[in-house]
């Protein structure tokens, strides 16, 4: 990892301000959650903002190939950033009044804008990874943004829930765009050093988002082995979406470790599952470098139907179990298809392509925490079977479609 910061600096200072982006994307949704929940329309107020954070993601399909077409990407980036400083300052106005319903629709529609101009901004970061990165290194490029990535997600949502305790909602939507203008200006400040290698990248000149967007799911369909890939990381998703309700259902009835809280119980899930993740990608370089993508995930679904066992033997050791297992595979393939996914497009369709697969790997979270919670009304061992079916599925899906594309 030394020799790696050491060769690639700039690259480095670019994921450092990258990294500084996603703390604004994710500092202020407990708040969003917590006004939310404490509405007399709770469900709906909630559904509200699980939307604003949902639906960008489809959104950006469209936003790739947009900025593709970019030739001053980083000045995009300021802008993008600083209009994410405009949309919290907007949130920070809302919230000085008592939380309603309608003011809870309207911070969310600016969440949303706000986001779907963060995932523009990824689309225009794409195309300096390939640029910036040698493709051997390309893996442990990814490896560096996933740990990130990861170690942010857990610190700014601590982070934000910590300063709840002692900001009001309104400051804290202000110190979120505070934290987008220091964003913007970093941007602004790395601007000389990138502005040969920005110059000397491939513009796309296709002018149909459409179309770009109909040749990256067709150009995913005619690449068998990406696609069989792709379909197992969107599947392995899948399963993340549905297990935490899942889990919170199975705690209610589990005697075990009695002293222990339910959200505790709860936390430690998540803390196991992006933990293992974690030490999967640190050791992504070192272990099952000679297996292929599509044997650790199958690897990963035997995983999955490890966890279905547990919650059928109703064993909570052998739930955290697998999923420690389960996440630390993940740890390793996320990477790993990561570094493919960018070495394998040219640079004038990486925006287009990655908006694309990170769209396609988010569709399946939102229907499976319907499906298996839904399963849970009628009978909760169904849904446990619901979940053994679904890894039984995956791995035989995953065969099938391994079989007839070679």
């Known amino acids: 990892m030394r020799y790696f910061f050491k060769n690639n600096k700039l690259f480095s200072r670019l994921v450092g301000i990258n990294l500084l982006s996603k ?21 709906l107020a909630v559904m509200v903002v699980s939307a604003s954070e949902t639906l960008p993601i489809l959104i950006s399909l469209f936003l790739g190939p947009i900025a593709d077409k970019q030739e001053q990407k980083l000045r995009q980036l300021v802008s993008s950033s600083l209009f994410r400083v405009l949309m919290y300052l907007g949130i920070a106005f809302i919230f000085r009044y008592p939380p309603t319903v309608m003011l809870i629709f309207l911070a969310a529609f600016f969440n949303l804008l706000s986001d779907v101009s963060g995932n523009y901004s990824t689309a225009l970061f794409s195309p300096f990874t390939k640029t910036l990165v040698k493709p051997e290194n390309m893996q442990e490029a990814q490896g560096l943004v996933s740990l990130g990535t990861q170690l942010v997600t857990i610190l700014s949502t601590f982070i ?32 000389p050093q990138l502005k040969m290698y920005e ?12 179309r770009v967007v109909k040749e990256n799911f067709k150009s995913f369909l005619t690449d068998h082995v990406f696609f069989i890939n792709l379909v197992q990381l969107a599947m392995l998703n899948g399963f993340f979406g549905g297990l935490t309700p899942l889990f919170a259902l199975f705690i209610k009835e589990n005697c075990e470790l009695a002293t222990l809280s339910k959200p505790l119980k709860i936390s430690i899930l ?17 272990i099952f470098k000679k297996q292929s993508i599509f044997i650790i995930n199958i690897l990963a679904d035997l995983a999955i139907l490890l966890v279905g066992l547990g919650f059928v033997m109703n064993s909570i050791w052998i739930i955290w179990g697998g999923n420690a297992f389960l ?15 960018v070495n394998r497009y040219p640079v004038e369709r990486i925006g287009g392509i990655v908006t694309s697969v990170n769209s396609l790997l988010v569709l399946a979270p939102p229907v499976t925490s319907l499906i298996f919670p839904t399963l849970s009304t009628i009978n909760i061992h169904l849904a446990y079977i619901g979940l ?3 890894a039984v599925l995956l791995i035989l899906f995953s065969m099938f479609i391994y079989k007839k594309k070679s």
């Open 270 to 286: 998540s803390g196991i599952i992006t933990f293992f993740m974690i030490i999967g990608n640190g050791l992504a370089n070192k």
């Open 199 to 210: 110059s000397n990248m491939t513009i796309s000149k296709e002018k149909n988002a459409f």
């Open 327 to 341: 996440a630390f595979l993940l740890g390793i393939v996320s990477p790993r298809f990561s570094a493919d996914v």
């Open 160 to 191: 934000g829930a910590s300063l709840l305790l002692v900001f009001s909602e309104s400051s804290l939507a202000a110190t979120n765009a505070i934290v987008f203008l220091i964003v913007a200006i970093f941007y602004w400040m790395i601007h």
């Open 388 to 390: 053994l079916a679904y």
């Open 23 to 43: 703390v604004g994307d994710r500092l202020f949704y407990t708040a969003m959650l917590t006004i939310a929940a404490s509405l007399k329309d709770a469900s």
